[in-house]
């Protein structure tokens, strides 16, 4: 007689108790030695790793009816993972996470899931599990199932493209003078270091969008706060409006301006130059009236408010940036030179480096004399892709089969 509590008879008991013991190991783990070096699994490391679980799945396939294959690519074991994983999704999203895995985490790693020892535990026996679910399919290959292969290889080379190839990935930081060329760049673990391709800045622009106008308190300097509004947004076509209580006109707006000796401000397109507005404004009696010019200033020009009374001011905002870009020259490992523009959200990509405009010297604004460059290496890069293809369309052929099959049945 079969023991009632062996894996054949209880296997989502045994399925849960697995899973439960694996991530109490990684808890013991964590607690002993901290959070998982992820730097152990670089190349070429993780290539054995990939080996090493192409032997065991190949291993466990080759007795296709024994307990243990069964039990590795069994509903049950999968369900199990799913729930841990989905747990682990909410850690994810209930718990801020460390933004540099440079930062201490904390005891049991929640703030630091994907280099917690449990999650690493639980994703090596997620990958076991769903190659054995695929070999199990392959045993008995039939074409009919083409849509399941789609599903879960695309998966399998998801998973294995971010979680193996996580450690191969490298980002950096380059700083490049206007006119230089640049090939060391810094990131939190290596420090300062040589990288295979340079970047030549040939020019940098920024576009901004137009500036505020807003109330502040004079003695403060802080916004002035009643419940009212307090921002009114420069607008060339729609020159008047009204703010606090308080009538506006715009009378005229420089982008680019310069003080001039009489108090006013002209137009030069000159380093150095920023927005300046003349503007009139009215109480709601009508019996107060004030008339001025008013400059965010910046690094070359100090700022100009215009005073209401004892308790208010009207300034400017800087204006805030719509788009900032760098036209630069690329100077790839083989020789070849690629011309780009690169703007901010629109990444450049050069063999494996993905090339990010990633900041400037905000200080000087479009007067910035240099253009920072995020650069981030990731060979996996072409399984991601290819497994979200995979995955997709597997999905897509899943969806059709489910409504042939429903049509099937209603004739």
């Known amino acids: 007689m079969k023991s009632s509590d062996s894996p054949q008879n209880r296997p989502f008991k045994t399925s849960l108790i697995s899973v439960a013991s694996l991530l109490l190991t990684g808890f013991l783990l964590q607690l002993a030695f901290g959070s998982f070096n992820r730097c152990l699994l670089r190349f070429p490391v993780n290539m054995y ?66 280099h917690s020892w ?32 789609l599903n879960h290889l695309g998966l399998l080379l998801l998973l294995i493209a971010i979680g193996l190839g996580a450690s191969d990935r490298h980002s950096y930081i380059m700083q490049v003078e206007k ?100 503007v009139q404004l009215e109480n709601k009696s009508g019996s107060v009236s004030k008339t001025g010019w008013i400059c965010c200033g910046n690094y070359a020009q100090p700022q100009r408010n215009l005073s209401l009374n004892d308790t208010l001011n009207l300034m400017m905002s800087v204006p805030e940036p719509k788009l900032y870009r760098s036209d630069v020259i690329i100077f790839n490992p083989d020789g070849k030179q690629v011309k780009a523009r690169l703007n901010v959200n629109s990444p450049l990509r050069s063999d494996n480096w993905m090339i990010y405009q990633y900041g400037y010297d905000a200080k000087h604004g479009k007067d910035s004399t240099y253009s920072r460059f995020q650069l981030v290496y990731d060979p996996w890069l072409p399984g991601v892709y290819a497994g979200i293809l995979l995955f997709f369309l597997g999905s897509v052929c899943l969806l059709l089969e489910g409504k042939k099959k429903t049509k099937e049945e209603k004739r």
């Open 49 to 114: 790793l990939l080996i090493a679980l192409l032997v065991i799945v190949v291993f466990l396939s080759l007795r296709p009816q024994s307990r243990l294959f069964q039990w590795f690519s069994g509903i049950p074991l999968s369900a199990c993972n799913i729930g841990a994983i989905l747990l682990y999704t909410l850690v994810l999203g209930l718990v801020p996470q460390a933004t540099s895995a440079m930062e201490e985490s904390s005891i049991f790693g929640f703030d630091a899931v994907t």
């Open 118 to 149: 449990p999650f690493i535990l639980l994703y090596s026996f997620i990958l076991i599990n769903l190659s054995c679910v695929i070999a199990r399919r392959l045993i008995r290959f039939s074409w009919r199932h083409y849509a399941f292969y």
């Open 179 to 278: 006119g230089a060329t640049e090939n060391h760049a810094y990131n939190e673990q290596e420090g300062i270091r040589q990288l295979p391709l340079s970047i030549k800045l040939i020019d940098f622009g920024l576009e901004a969008y137009l500036p505020k106008l807003m109330l502040t308190d004079p003695r403060t300097g802080e916004p002035a706060a009643d419940g009212r509004a307090r921002f009114w947004e420069v607008d060339t076509l729609h020159t008047t409006g009204n703010l606090a209580g308080w009538h506006i006109r715009l009378m005229r707006y420089i982008g680019h301006a310069v003080p001039s000796d009489n108090g006013t401000y002209s137009p030069q397109e000159v380093t150095g130059a920023c927005p300046a507005v003349l």
